[in-house]
């Protein structure tokens, strides 16, 4: 692509332009350039189509319409001539998924944007080799607060988040950008998200800093070890330990996610103490998960969701005992998405207390259930919409066939489920059923499959007429 008739072509419809987005792009563009084109942007996106080294990305391959300068005590960059500030950009949305040297080219961009509240950059592709390249060279957090002073939403070093979130940080941008504008009182400064992984020379000490500073206003938090450290033997990966560096209070905050992070049940239980508003957990791949962080859990009035993965290592990983499971369960009502996965601890007086959570909408037992003998008990679950079985080895006929109030139902490698019982389920004249995936379980038929998915056509069908 030529990129200067490109430019040349934007101008004609750049003083209209409010969002652009390259999506799966195979050049270097000349990104100051076409921002400079176009001074109405408040939505810039650049996503490569694969990744390439970082030095592909190092430099600029139009030269810019001014010369830009590092290291002014403002922060700006400036016009070498008659040192006035040089054209501020209007953006509050910045995606640039793409490994940018960040003195090279990631600063040049949010020097001159500081109206910016969400900043996604360098997300990983989770099959690609990101974790080859140093991720110091391309993510500062220090760095992005110092040049945009007014962020609220940054996820970097991420495997990318769906189009889904990536929408709704679209729209809250456009919400921010409104209240600037009717210059509201009540307008809020502070981090309100963040959404990152550890990579080569990022993490712990990079990322800690930036939570202390924020404990007041974090509403949603994501953390998670980097490729770098799941791939590579030789990769230390960081000491997550000075957690409990953070002493604060963390009064917002209700998205609490911690994949594949090394630190002892005591931190654990430490921070979440501090988090008397959770609604929603995710701790996976986890080595501890002592009988004391159920207490706390049982003490968060709030909470609805929870993802609790145990670490598959050759060391058993220290669990609660069956019975403190049992107490939890017992005790919990207000949990209405549990999913439960790996390491096979979930026995048949477990699966009993989980069905006396009365208001449980969604459960997932994925790879946890293995021993189990029965599952008959979850006929209990009234309100039940989705249920997802992973390598559940008892008797399912029985139960499958009553839970006709079910809408979407997913069962891997299940052996004891029959043609005949999900016949009788989808069948049922007061059926809610729209959605069943089987996979691996190795008795059902494909011209049940098939009379299945006519079934559930038919019947959405007959309810969008209705």
Request: hydrophobic share 35%.
């Given at each position: 692509m030529d990129q200067s008739r490109f430019i040349s072509a934007l101008r004609h419809i750049s003083s209209q332009l409010k969002e652009l987005t390259f999506d799966h792009h195979s050049q270097n563009i000349a990104l100051l350039r076409v921002l400079e084109t176009c001074p109405?942007?408040?939505?810039?996106?650049?996503s490569v189509n694969s990744y390439a080294?970082?030095?592909?990305?190092?430099?600029?391959?139009?030269?810019?319409?001014?010369?830009?300068?590092?290291?002014?005590?403002?922060?700006?960059?400036?016009?070498?001539?008659?040192?006035?500030?040089?054209?501020?950009?209007?953006?509050?949305?910045?995606?640039?998924?793409?490994?940018?040297?960040?003195?090279?080219?990631?600063?040049?961009?949010?020097?001159?944007?500081?109206?910016?509240?969400?900043?996604?950059?360098?997300?990983i592709e989770a099959d690609s080799d990101f974790y080859k390249w140093p991720s110091e060279k391309s993510v500062d957090l220090n760095m992005f607060f110092q040049l945009c002073p007014l962020l609220q939403y940054i996820e970097c070093n991420s495997w990318g988040t769906s189009?889904?979130?990536?929408?709704?940080?679209r729209e809250r941008a456009r919400q921010q950008k409104n209240q600037q504008q009717q210059q509201e009182k009540k307008y809020s400064k502070g981090l309100r998200e963040l959404i990152t992984r550890e990579?080569?020379?990022?993490?712990?000490?990079?990322?800690?800093?930036?939570?202390?500073?924020?404990?007041?206003?974090?509403?949603?938090?994501?953390?998670?070890?980097?490729?770098?450290?799941?791939?590579?033997?030789?990769?230390?990966?960081?000491?997550?330990?000075?957690?409990?560096?953070?002493?604060?209070?963390?009064?917002?905050?209700?998205?609490?996610?911690?994949?594949?992070?090394?630190?002892?049940?005591r931190v654990l239980v430490g921070f979440l103490e501090k988090c008397p508003r959770l609604t929603e957990l995710t701790l996976w791949?986890?080595?501890?998960?002592?009988?004391?962080?159920l207490l706390v859990l049982n003490q968060l009035p709030h909470l609805t969701k929870l993802d609790l993965g145990v670490a598959t290592t050759s060391s058993r990983a220290t669990l609660p005992?069956?019975?403190?499971?049992?107490?939890?369960?017992?005790?919990?009502?207000?949990?209405?998405?549990?999913?439960?996965?790996?390491?096979?601890?979930?026995?048949?007086?477990?699966?009993?207390?989980?069905?006396?959570?009365?208001?449980?909408?969604?459960?997932?037992?994925?790879?946890?259930?293995?021993?189990?003998?029965?599952?008959?008990?979850?006929?209990?679950?009234?309100?039940?919409?989705?249920?997802?079985?992973?390598?559940?080895?008892?008797?399912?006929?029985?139960?499958?066939?009553?839970?006709?109030?079910?809408?979407?139902?997913?069962?891997?490698?299940?052996?004891?489920?029959?043609?005949?019982?999900l016949r009788e389920l989808v069948d049922h004249p007061n059926g809610m059923l729209s959605k069943l995936r089987i996979q691996r379980c190795g008795s059902i038929q494909l011209r049940t499959l098939e009379y299945i998915e006519n079934k559930l056509a038919s019947r959405q069908q007959e309810q969008q007429q209705a």
């Open positions: 109405k942007l408040t939505h810039f996106s650049f080294p970082p030095d592909v990305y190092d430099t600029e391959p139009l030269s810019t319409t001014t010369m830009l300068y590092e290291g002014d005590d403002d922060g700006m960059s400036r016009h070498p001539s008659n040192n006035n500030v040089v054209q501020e950009f209007n953006l509050t949305y910045l995606c640039l998924n793409a490994v940018l040297h960040k003195d090279k080219r990631t600063a040049p961009i949010l020097r001159r944007c500081p109206k910016l509240q969400c900043l996604m950059i360098a997300n189009r889904k979130q990536q929408e709704q940080w990579a080569a020379g990022y993490g712990s000490n990079e990322i800690i800093p930036t939570i202390q500073q924020h404990t007041s206003t974090l509403e949603i938090l994501s953390l998670g070890e980097g490729v770098s450290t799941m791939t590579r033997q030789t990769a230390n990966p960081s000491d997550w330990t000075q957690l409990e560096q953070i002493t604060q209070s963390l009064p917002q905050l209700h998205t609490f996610s911690c994949k594949y992070l090394k630190f002892s049940g791949c986890m080595l501890e998960l002592p009988d004391d962080m005992s069956e019975t403190s499971w049992c107490w939890f369960f017992n005790q919990n009502n207000t949990l209405r998405h549990l999913c439960l996965r790996w390491g096979h601890f979930v026995t048949d007086s477990v699966v009993d207390a989980i069905a006396s959570i009365e208001h449980l909408e969604e459960l997932q037992l994925v790879h946890t259930a293995k021993w189990a003998t029965t599952m008959d008990t979850l006929r209990g679950l009234t309100h039940l919409k989705r249920l997802e079985l992973w390598t559940v080895n008892a008797p399912l006929d029985s139960v499958l066939k009553d839970l006709y109030w079910l809408q979407d139902i997913q069962l891997i490698g299940c052996s004891e489920v029959s043609c005949h019982s």
